[in-house]
């Protein structure tokens, strides 16, 4: 295997400003504590008026954020996305490569600008406003994937964002089937209700067709089954070897080979709750190619999630800490 973990999704850079974001969000006519989708003009008339201010870049997107958070914790892991060719895809390049110890398979294009999201996290409460621009990130087309390092990989992850139409689904659904017939185990974050919601037959098709493990949080799994989150997870691993839903402060809930497995929460202070269900994600995927208990995995992610709503972005960079954690789970799996 050439990679334990192998990422395709989004590439979207992570802007985060710390600020009372409150006349900001009023003058622009945004809703407080949503994502709202926009055009680059739109984006860059927002972060004109906080771009002098303590701005924090980083390579994100939900996928990408998994990925990273797997490579620091010592998992070898390469990430396959679309770019442009503008200032902020070189930093984007060079942070992911950075992330993942030298290893990226990103596409770099012309056409478009790169994807971003800025993010007016709250001073006050951590509250966090988004501005996302999906620039060229959609339009990474299935004859640019490395299709021989995804076989050759032992996990290939994505994310539901990917199957809301646009040639990235068709890519999306190329890189399945080709980890599908080598072997290549998959797991799928469904991401959002929207997704569900306006998909939720192309969502039940991938599940049911591909997914070894399927990550959702409390709402998803709600809107997922239309009523309470166990119901979807059994209806689920009825097609899906492993299922996980986050329950936030409750902690989450693990449903493998028809048993339950409570994890409990690793509580903190929030300062940023950006990428926490990534972060979360990318533990235990971590654990799971070290061969590691459910439990010990859900423990793992439950605590590096903790780690990265305590900081500013998605990704926990304290790589020494993140290694500490890693060896005082080692000692007590073995």
Not at 62 to 88: E, K, P, Q, R, Y
Not at 100 to 109: E, I, Q
Not at 290 to 317: D, F, I, N, P
Request: hydrophobic share 40%; glycine share 10%; proline share 2%.
């Amino acid at each position: 295997m050439e990679f334990d973990l192998f990422g395709l999704g989004n590439a979207l850079v992570d802007a985060l400003v710390v600020l009372d974001e409150r006349e900001l969000v009023q003058r622009h006519d945004l809703k407080r504590g949503t994502m709202h989708l926009v055009n680059d003009g739109r984006w860059q008339d927002v972060f004109a008026e906080v771009r002098t201010d303590d701005v924090e870049m980083h390579p994100g997107g939900s996928c990408a954020n998994a990925i990273s958070t797997a490579a620091h914790l010592g998992a070898s892991s390469s990430f396959c996305g679309l770019v442009g060719t503008d200032s902020l895809g070189q930093t984007y390049e060079h942070r992911l490569q950075a992330a993942l110890g030298g290893h990226h398979h990103l596409v770099r294009r012309d056409e478009a600008p790169t994807g971003k999201c800025l993010s007016l996290i709250s001073n006050q409460d951590a509250e966090r406003t988004m501005l996302t621009d999906l620039g060229v990130s959609m339009n990474l087309s299935p004859d640019e994937l490395p299709l021989d390092a995804i076989g050759e990989s032992r996990w290939l992850h994505v994310t539901g964002y990917l199957f809301t139409g646009g040639s990235m689904g068709d890519a999306a659904l190329a890189a399945m089937d080709r980890a599908l017939h080598a072997g290549t185990r998959i797991s799928i974050d469904l991401g959002d209700t929207f997704v569900i919601d306006h998909f939720r037959d192309q969502v039940e098709h991938v599940i049911d067709r591909y997914a070894d493990l399927v990550f959702m949080n409390e709402e998803e799994a709600g809107a997922l089954a239309k009523g309470h989150p166990l119901d979807a997870m059994r209806k689920l691993s009825q097609n899906v070897e492993t299922v996980v839903t986050k329950l936030g402060r409750r902690g989450s809930l693990v449903l493998h080979e028809d048993k339950l497995i409570p994890v409990e929460a690793c509580l903190v202070e929030a300062l940023d709750t950006t990428g926490a269900g990534d972060a979360y994600a990318g533990g235990f995927l971590y654990g799971l190619t070290r061969g590691w208990s459910m439990h010990r995995c859900g423990r793992l992610a439950s605590e590096v999630a903790a780690m990265t709503v305590g900081q500013v972005g998605g990704v926990v960079r304290d790589v020494g800490l993140l290694r500490d954690v890693v060896t005082r789970h080692e000692a007590a799996e073995a």
